[in-house]
């Protein structure tokens, strides 16, 4: 249908449901890297044996071939569907007013986020100067790598992914969503009038990039799966459409299928390693589907009146932005694993209630006084 998706009726609501899925995936995020970074350096006695072997049984089930972490990709769904969830269908809704909201949404507290990473980096180094790279992933601070983080050029420039981790590594996928933004009012209003099935012939033509990427060029796999534009834009697309009330209910009723794909990839994956890759990246896609499906069943799903999950997971991207450095320094410290779990989480939430709840007020204010005065100048909003 034309235009299917600038017709998408807008929903500015807030959903508690997907408020508590949020904080489902950045305590799966925060237990990933804690776990592994305990056994290192601590060793397998310092945490339950039980939550090693999940740890490794999901990553064996999720990421054989390296794919970006499930509960990553879950978030670039999350992102897209929201964004497009209460987000623009026409140029009148307002080009400057929307970059206003999405800069002081994101960019402030990925800035201070990657500013404490350094900070954190620099600590660590001091603590224990030989095991800080093998949980931080950053050999040593640099100016050049520092500028190279905060201006987020790792995105587009595969060879930037690596130098520009920098103590927080967590922050390239945020990198990235802040690309996402960028490019979303310029696809949706500049190539908005183009047929939906010209969408996903798009789409698709990034997916497939990324697949000779990760198949061609081994090298750029990291990149591929966890900070790049081009592999992020097919998923995040999903959770767009997925704000389409005849599509979402069309795959409700058949999600079964990419369920039972993924199911048979993953259990076949020794047997598919030839094409490993492409595999990997049809499995991804099936699980991105699913998880789609989820979300918009939860957000028709009516939640409690109260719900004190839902006012932790709107803490979300403050637990992920923060979490990676508290975690190995104190790991490095020798703190035992439930503090640094509990430390990170409380962390998150003091950060988002202190900084990122007082910005997302700041832009919105900035942008109602902002369209405000364009009108009242008869301006257009673009």
């Known amino acids: 249908m034309k235009n299917s998706i600038l017709n998408i009726p807008l929903n500015r609501s807030r959903s508690q449901n997907i408020d508590t899925l949020r904080l489902v995936l950045a305590v799966w995020v925060v237990i990933t890297h804690l776990v592994p970074w305990i056994v290192a350096i601590q060793g397998s006695s310092a945490i339950p044996d039980s939550l090693i072997r999940l740890t490794r049984e999901l990553e064996t089930l999720f990421q054989g071939n390296g794919e970006t972490h499930p ?48 900070l954190m980096f620099y600590i660590a180094s001091k603590i224990n100067p030989g095991s800080v790279t093998s949980v931080s992933g950053t050999a040593e601070l ?43 009012p310029l696809a949706l209003l500049v190539i908005g009038k183009l047929s939906d099935r010209s969408w996903w012939v798009m789409v698709v033509a990034c997916w497939a990039a990324s697949v000779a990427i990760n198949s061609l060029i081994p090298e750029w796999r990291g990149w591929s799966f966890n900070a790049s534009l081009i592999g992020f834009i097919p998923y995040w697309w999903l959770g767009l459409k997925f704000t389409d009330q005849d599509f979402s209910r069309f795959m409700n009723r058949i999600v079964v299928l990419p369920a039972i794909a993924w199911l048979l990839i993953t259990l076949f994956e020794k047997d598919l390693q030839q094409y490993g ?34 006012a932790v997971g709107s803490a979300g991207y403050s637990i992920y932005a923060f979490h990676a450095p508290i975690v190995y320094v104190m790991v490095l410290c020798g703190a035992p694993w439930w503090l640094i779990g509990l430390t990170a989480v409380a962390a998150g939430v003091a950060a988002f209630h202190l900084i990122e709840k007082p910005l997302i007020a700041i832009g919105k204010r900035l942008s109602t006084s902002s369209t405000t005065l364009l009108q009242s100048r008869g301006s257009d909003p673009i």
């Open 71 to 118: 509960a990553v990709l879950g978030f670039i769904v999350l992102s897209g569907y929201c964004i497009h969830r209460n987000g623009l269908r026409s140029h009148h809704d307002g080009l400057f007013s929307y970059a206003i909201r999405r800069f002081f949404r994101i960019y402030p507290v990925f800035l201070i986020a990657a500013l404490f990473g350094f």
């Open 142 to 184: 640099s100016l050049n790598n520092m500028l190279r983080k905060l201006l987020t050029t790792e995105v587009i420039y595969p060879l930037d992914y690596y130098p520009s981790i920098q103590g927080n590594g967590p922050l390239q996928t945020v990198a990235a969503e802040m690309w996402l933004y960028a490019v979303y």
């Open 277 to 310: 890759q492409f595999f990997a990246a049809v499995r991804q896609l099936m699980f991105a589907l699913c998880f789609a499906s989820l979300i918009s069943i939860l957000d028709k799903k009516h939640s409690a009146p109260i719900n004190p999950l839902s």
